[in-house]
T-cell receptor
Framework: GQNIDQPTEMTATEGAIVQINCTYQTSGFNGLFWYQQHAGEAPTFLSYNVLDGLEEKGRFSSFLSRSKGYSYLLLKELQMKDSASYLC??????????????FGAGTQVVVTP | DGGITQSPKYLFRKEGQNVTLSCEQNLNHDAMYWYRQDPGQGLRLIYYSQIVNDFQKGDIAEGYSVSREKKESFPLTVTSAQKNPTAFYLCAIQATNYGYTFGSGTRLTVV
């Protein structure tokens, strides 16, 4: 199975940068996802990494190291609307689990003025 | 308007009652999933279906049942056997090769 760890909460100031780490242990790996979830709402897709390296998408970037079982989500130029929970999810590589994702507990990011 | 629709948004269940949560999609996707979210915990997979008339148990299927009679619909029934059903329930489709698109969720509360 998978064990996915990420910090519970992080606080940062508007305009700053925050890095959310995610470590995972998996019997097989077929991609890592980051989702953003505002309180009371559904998660929305942010990024996907399947190969090592950095994927940049505007103010958000995501990094993956498969050998270390490690990813991070980098949020730059923080805005108040970035206050949300950020979920790390891993897609395992097994024949009977195509498409299924395993989620971490989420990191609550609080942006202060 | 294309997408995935969950209803109702809020649902209240009495002790010993079965309730059914609706999930409908018009994106013609085969794979659909039901997750449960509790505070401080990650999303946990209840059931999933990769094709019509077939579904599989996820990690926490006890006390739940599903059906997949039509491609567009994947309803979830929370039975009286589920002892702690209060949670936020999310339905998802495998929208692309990259990840899920979620419905807006149903918040179920036991009264």
């Amino acid at each position: 199975g998978q064990n996915i760890d990420q910090p519970t909460e992080m606080t940062a100031t508007e305009g700053a940068i925050v890095q959310i780490n995610c470590t995972y242990q998996t019997s097989g790996f077929n991609g890592l996802f980051w989702y953003q979830q505002h309180a009371g709402e559904a998660p929305t897709f942010l990024s996907y990494n399947v190969l090592d390296g950095l994927e940049e998408k505007g103010r958000f970037s995501s990094f993956l190291s498969r050998s270390k079982g490690y990813s991070y989500l980098l949020l730059k130029e923080l805005q108040m609307k970035d206050s949300a929970s950020y979920l790390c999810a891993v897609r395992p590589l097994t024949t009977d689990s195509w498409g299924k994702l395993q989620f971490g507990a989420g990191t609550q990011v609080v942006v202060t003025p | 308007d294309g997408g995935i629709t969950q209803s109702p948004k809020y649902l209240f269940r009495k002790e010993g009652q079965n309730v059914t949560l609706s999930c409908e999609q018009n994106l013609n996707h085969d794979a659909m999933y039901w997750y449960r979210q509790d505070p401080g915990q990650g999303l946990r997979l209840i059931y999933y279906s990769q094709i019509v008339n077939d579904f599989q148990k996820g990690d926490i299927a006890e006390g739940y049942s599903v059906s997949r009679e039509k491609k567009e619909s994947f309803p979830l029934t929370v039975t009286s056997a589920q002892k702690n059903p209060t949670a936020f329930y999310l339905c998802a489709i495998q929208a692309t090769n990259y990840g899920y698109t979620f419905g807006s969720g149903t918040r179920l509360t036991v009264v």
